[in-house]
């Protein structure tokens, strides 16, 4: 077989790398001389500077195109979480969840579309749906990131967007060390609810050794974090046509003005704790056998609450208002008259577990084959209480309650209000005046009108992912073909929804009563009001303080959005390792085909509605069995020291949302007086969606082209087009 000469400095930063989880294979060097100056160039540079090499060592050695991270040290990503630290690469974009980086965009695609693994198997998501949300993922496990813009045979993770494959360390290959790092936080902004803080911190311990004449290794990471959140929300409620009629002395309102029908605005404070457990045991006890267990726990708890006001204006809260200003068709300023204004102290608490278990054998069975099994299993829990509680100044239908009337201005941040001229406030903080209980009435007809005083949402999920993996790779010797690897992989995977909920009632009905255990006074001064009272409305729910009804009897996306769906995948593959000179140019890649067999199965309900708004829920499943074939192939051609010019084919797949393959269908009408004489067919009493269990993966074929100038060890240059 052809030997080609590596380029000596990506031998000499990849080697360098080992410990930190990059372990590519070479074909053994029979130069001597060679094989010694190459030993002469392995360097190995910490810090900031050792990272950039080590990532850039990882992209100029990978016939696909690809994006790289590695940690400075062990255990030290610069990032609170994955999401920030990948964020950066090009080609990749951040998305801001909740104050967080969480989702992580490839080439545009969301993480919807791209495909996550930890150690080359698929990671399950803590989100919704397979989807992975990046910031749940503490950086001190992670020794390098390397993000695949094009995709290869063996890759059970390929999808449109690309694939992200997190890297643990190699305890066998790394140094040993035990490491504290520790940082403390603080957000810039004070927390406006009493009952929580604006401190955090983030500590972790790593700890790697090597034992029994370096045939053992282990390698912990234990990682702790808290980090506060601070926010303010002005939300309107949207634009309604203002009447001209309305309008005060010298006020021109043109036909087609707009004006803010009302607001719900709060002040949010959250708290992210998050605690992980990473180990590593490597274990070669001769020089043919090498296994690997890895092993992942998560456990992440957010707390945080939403505490402000829900109050219509003009049209949509009122008739009775009065317009003072107008400005290129907006009503600018103006005050109305009057509106039980509704204090919200919603709470929300979210808990999620996550375990995956992996277990690697390497076996080399002669000097050309190596065989290779792969088991790993994960499973995700996740529980969600999100509760809404209302209060005001007294109970819909009771005679003599204050209504707050307002004057607002418009302003580049949204409204600001005052009082009103001519009539006196009300004062929202007054424990003696507020009360526990609905001062709107939206209640549904199973409670009553006036009956509805909270609702809370607590859907849980459960998802379980094992996988089977059976692979063999070696060298042969046909023409270009200087390698091939082939195998199997089989997937099981099973996704459950308990889509829950109820209305809540205060044990005070049909009266009202005053809240118990006030914590304080939130301040809503960033949009001109005083505040309002801050209760824990959380603790009320969980001691059973309320009366809870079950929305499943009125609501049918309750049912209608509570399923399980099973996914079963069998995938072959073959790839061709090829290596090739034309002319003086080198130029190495692979060629390879993917069958993918889906078998997928879901369960859930179809759901109607009777004449008393009663839900019927009528059990249904269905499900589609089919095949994809989707060929690859990667091109990598040195045309100077340094300097790549890379192609790219292939066909890709982004297997479809599990919740849109839930079997479900729901029909659903309104039973509001307004939306049934309504002649607007967007403001109609009917509702309906679906799930498709047949539903089929998105594809794409794509095309890409890049060209890399790698100039220094730390420094390069690059421009890509694809086009998918």
């Given at each position: 077989m052809?030997?080609f000469?590596?380029n ?8 360098g ?18 094989a ?16 950039l ?18 940690a ?55 989100g919704?749906n ?22 290869e ?5 390929q ?9 643990t ?8 060390t ?9 957000n ?38 808290e980090?506060p ?33 009302g ?24 020089d043919?056998?090498?296994?690997q267990v ?8 957010e ?21 003072t200003?107008?400005?290129?068709g ?13 204090i ?69 941040t949204?409204?600001v209000?005052?009082?009103h001229?001519?009539i ?6 007054d ?40 692979d ?14 082939a ?7 099973s ?23 006030v ?16 209760y ?54 692979n ?85 049934i ?25 794509q ?20 086009y998918?």
């Amino acid at each position: 077989m052809k030997q080609f000469k590596p380029n000596l400095i990506k031998v000499a930063l990849i080697t360098g790398g080992v410990a930190f989880g990059c372990s590519p294979t070479f074909a053994q060097e029979t130069n001597s001389e060679a094989a010694d100056e190459a030993n002469v160039e392995v360097i190995q540079v910490s810090g900031i500077r050792g990272s950039l090499q080590r990532a850039q060592a990882i992209k100029m050695d990978s016939t696909s195109i690809v994006e790289a991270l590695s940690a400075e040290d062990i255990g030290k990503l610069p990032d609170t979480s994955i999401a920030e630290s990948i964020s950066r690469l090009p080609g990749l974009a951040g998305e801001r969840r909740n104050g967080r980086t969480s989702g992580i965009s490839v080439r545009g695609f969301n993480e919807n579309y791209v495909g996550t693994s930890l150690n080359g198997r698929e990671l399950l998501g803590m989100g919704d749906n397979r989807g992975v949300e990046f910031d749940l993922y503490p950086t001190e496990i992670i020794s390098s990131i390397v993000v695949y813009k094009t995709a290869e045979a063996g890759m059970t993770t390929q999808n449109i967007g690309g694939s992200i494959d997190l890297q643990t360390i190699s305890p066998l290959a790394a140094k040993s060390t035990f490491a504290i790092n520790g940082s403390y936080e603080k957000n810039a902004e004070d927390s406006p609810n009493p009952d929580f803080d604006n401190n955090g911190h983030r500590i972790s311990v790593n700890y790697v050794d090597q034992f029994a004449d370096d045939t053992i290794g282990l390698a912990l990471t234990v990682a702790s974090m808290e980090s506060p959140r601070q926010e303010q929300h002005f939300r309107g409620w949207g634009y309604a046509g203002a009447n001209a009629d309305n309008a005060a002395a010298g006020v021109d309102v043109a036909e087609g003005t707009t004006i803010l029908g009302g607001h719900d605005s709060f002040a949010r404070s959250a708290m992210l704790e998050r605690d992980s457990i990473a180990a590593v045991v490597e274990w070669a006890p001769t020089d043919k056998l090498n296994v690997q267990v890895d092993a992942l726990y998560i456990d992440f708890v957010e707390d945080d609450v939403r505490r402000g006001l829900e109050e219509g204006g003009a049209e949509w809260g009122t008739g009775e208002y009065t317009i003072t200003g107008v400005e290129n068709g907006l009503v600018t300023s103006g005050y109305y008259d009057g509106f039980y204004s509704v204090i919200r102290n919603d709470a929300r608490t979210q808990e999620a577990d996550l375990t995956t278990v992996g277990v690697n054998a390497e076996y080399i069975l002669n000097d050309n084959w190596t065989l290779e099994f792969d088991y790993s299993t994960g499973k995700v829990e996740k529980d969600i209480i999100d509760v809404e509680s209302y209060s005001g100044v007294g109970r819909a239908g009771i005679d003599g309650r204050p209504i707050t009337a307002r004057s607002w201005e418009m302003t580049t941040t949204g409204a600001v209000y005052s009082d009103h001229p001519s009539i006196a406030p009300v004062d929202l903080t007054d424990e003696s005046l507020i009360r526990l209980a609905g001062p709107q009435a939206w209640g549904a007809p199973i409670i009553g009108a006036d009956a509805q005083d909270g609702f809370v949402n607590q859907p849980n999920y459960e998802e379980d992912l094992d996988t089977y993996r059976f692979d063999a790779k070696g060298y042969v010797e046909w023409g270009v073909v200087t390698g091939m690897s082939a195998g199997v992989i089989y997937s099981d995977r099973s996704k459950t929804k308990e889509n829950n909920g109820a209305y809540l009632t205060a044990p005070s009905y049909p009266g009202d009563a005053a809240i118990p255990d006030v914590l304080g006074v939130v301040p809503l001064d960033f949009i001109g009001i005083d505040g309002i009272l801050a209760y824990d409305s959380l603790g009320l729910f969980q001691s059973g303080y309320y009366t809870a009804t079950d929305a499943k009897l009125v609501q049918n996306d309750r049912l209608g959005d509570s399923y399980t769906v099973d996914e079963e995948l069998l995938t072959f593959y073959t790839k061709f390792d090829l290596e090739m000179e034309v002319g003086d140019i080198y130029i190495r890649g692979n060629v390879g085909v993917q069958v993918v067999n889906a078998d997928q199965q879901s369960t859930g309900f179809s759901t109607t509605s009777d004449a008393d708004g009663m839900t019927v829920a009528v059990p249904v499943s269905g499900g589609a069995d089919y095949t994809d074939v989707l060929p690859t192939l990667n091109l990598s051609a040195e045309v100077a020291e340094g300097q790549f010019v890379r192609f790219a084919l292939g066909k890709v797949i982004s297997r479809p949302r599990m919740d849109d393959m839930r079997p479900n269908t729901q029909a659903s009408f309104a039973f509001n007086d307004n939306q049934i004489t309504s002649t607007d067919p967007e403001n109609g009493p009917w509702s309906g969606s679906s799930g498709n269990p047949e539903l089929k993966p998105l594809e794409a074929n794509q095309l890409d082209i890049a060209y890399e100038n790698y100039f220094s060890d730390t420094g390069y240059v690059a421009a890509s087009f694809f086009y998918k």
